[in-house]
């Protein structure tokens, strides 16, 4: 490990978190991308699909797609936008926002079990590092 940078290490632990939680979403069927967009309408409420492709920072088309995928599923729904009425809105259905919750949980949940590797005292310093860099702007 001496030999690795700290990037490196960095995006190892990243790959196995995102690893485990591409496991947690199958049983549910959904993808990531999915997984995403229903967490993000969770956190911001109904949007019209430009702004969630701006929140998931992705193409409008692929926004298309995953919202599609979604509202085939009946966790998503598309409204007209009473302000504008050319436009159209989107918003999670109750068993959207019950799927949401359940991924929200389980990742709550899995970060728990594999940061319990680490004792408190390094969890709450990696927490406070993790935050600073979360804020932080490049040079």
């Known amino acids: 490990m001496?030999?690795?940078?700290?990037?490196?290490?960095?995006w190892s632990v990243a790959r196995r978190l995102r690893h485990?939680?591409?496991?947690?979403?199958?049983?549910?069927?959904?993808?990531?991308?999915?997984a995403r967009?229903?967490?993000?309408?969770?956190r911001h409420g109904?949007?019209?699909?430009?702004e969630l492709s701006e929140h998931l920072?992705?193409?409008?088309?692929?926004?298309?797609?995953?919202?599609?995928?979604?509202e085939e599923r009946g966790l998503v729904e598309r409204l007209p936008d009473p302000a504008d009425r050319r436009a159209t809105l989107v918003e999670?259905?109750?068993?959207?926002?019950?799927i949401a919750e359940s991924i929200r949980a389980e990742r709550g949940a899995e970060g728990e079990r594999f940061f319990a590797a680490l004792p408190p005292q390094d969890r709450a310093e990696l927490a406070r590092?993790?935050?600073a860099l979360r804020v932080s702007e490049p040079s």
């Open 37 to 42: 967009a229903l967490n993000m309408l969770a």
């Open 2 to 10: 001496e030999d690795e940078g700290l990037a490196e290490l960095f």
């Open 129 to 131: 590092i993790l935050a």
């Open 57 to 70: 920072k992705i193409a409008p088309r692929s926004t298309t797609e995953v919202v599609d995928g979604l």
């Open 46 to 50: 109904t949007m019209r699909p430009s």
């Open 92 to 98: 999670l259905t109750p068993s959207g926002g019950s």
């Open 20 to 34: 485990r939680s591409h496991e947690s979403l199958q049983p549910l069927g959904i993808t990531p991308g999915q």
